[in-house]
């Protein structure tokens, strides 16, 4: 027992059991990034068990596809589970991975924005941004905007029931006091500790799903925290043993990490649970509970703004 448990809870108001409960998902195509290793991975197991027509789970390589697949094809042998090549950190093969979700299919049911990177050392991505802003938020930005039309046209057929699900994080509290420093997100932002920066990307995520729930209403947007987790998103900052890396250590020590099958739950439970009673908007805590989040994922016009620039720049890369 961890004598500090309730700083990770797991609190399953729903008494959300993927096996029992995600509903038979004949016809839909669903994408997942990051989905071969962690969250990502489990994610794309639970769902290929309950027959979509496709998903595209989503990795910097095919050889991290390959390995993924050997559990998820053992759990659903017949799911018709493609790889998806992806780099968030680069534009150019986002905007090549879109174009294959385009050419391969008429609809688009699901997107889970999961993948993401932590308290990596500072730098920038291929198109030069500070490089946790720009690979979990503008990476995903732009899969977002390029798919967005096959989702919408989705979302006009009878019975849809189009999602996307930005995991985030409880680090977003972590973001700087501005939240979004925008004059610098075209710098490695040397000053700031990388995991603040994680914060501030986590915070983006948080705030772009509150915005695409306000521009695309038909869409249900939704983000969520998945509890610290028993995956390789901290390796980084733990082998750093910087003063983050070392109190990460002690609070896993003192409160514990959720094994992935249930860190999954709250994505799982975003992108399945009865439409009616998921919020369009709105942020979720382990398993399915709403939560306020921090003020400044609450702000309204900071949402707008981040919104704005991100458009901005994606227009002048070209997109």
Known sequence: MHPLGFLNPLDNVHNFDPDKHIQDLGGKVIV???????????????LAKHHPQRIYLAARSEA?????????????????VRFLQLDLSSLASVKSAADQIHSENDRLDILVNNAGIMAHPHGLTQDGY????????????????????????????PGSDVRI?????????????????????????????????????????????????????????????????????????????????????????????????????????AATWTRQEVKNGAYYVPVGKESLGSK????????????EWTESELAAKGY
């Open 32 to 46: 997942v990034t990051g989905g071969n290793s962690g969250c990502g991975k489990e994610t794309v197991l639970q």
């Open 64 to 80: 991290k596809y390959d390995n993924a697949m050997k559990d998820i094809s053992a759990a659903a042998p017949h799911a018709n």
């Open 130 to 157: 500070e490089i946790e802003f720009g690979t979990n938020h503008v990476g995903h930005a732009l899969l977002t905007r390029l798919v967005l039309p096959l989702m919408q046209a989705t979302a006009s057929k």
């Open 165 to 269: 699900v930005n995991v985030s994080s409880a680090a977003h509290q972590m973001a700087p006091g501005a939240g979004i420093v925008f004059a610098q997100l075209k710098t490695p932002m040397d000053s700031f500790n990388p995991a603040r920066l994680y914060g501030q990307s986590k915070l983006a995520n948080v705030l772009h799903a509150r915005e695409l729930a306000r521009r695309y209403p038909e869409i249900l947007s939704t983000s969520i925290h998945p509890g610290r987790v028993e995956t390789n998103l901290t390796n980084v900052m733990l082998d750093q043993n910087s003063f983050f890396g070392r109190f990460q250590k002690f609070f896993d020590y003192m409160a514990g990490a959720l094994p992935v099958q249930q860190g999954t739950l709250t994505q799982l439970w």
């Open 296 to 307: 400044k994922s609450r702000d309204t016009e900071l949402a707008k703004k981040l919104w």
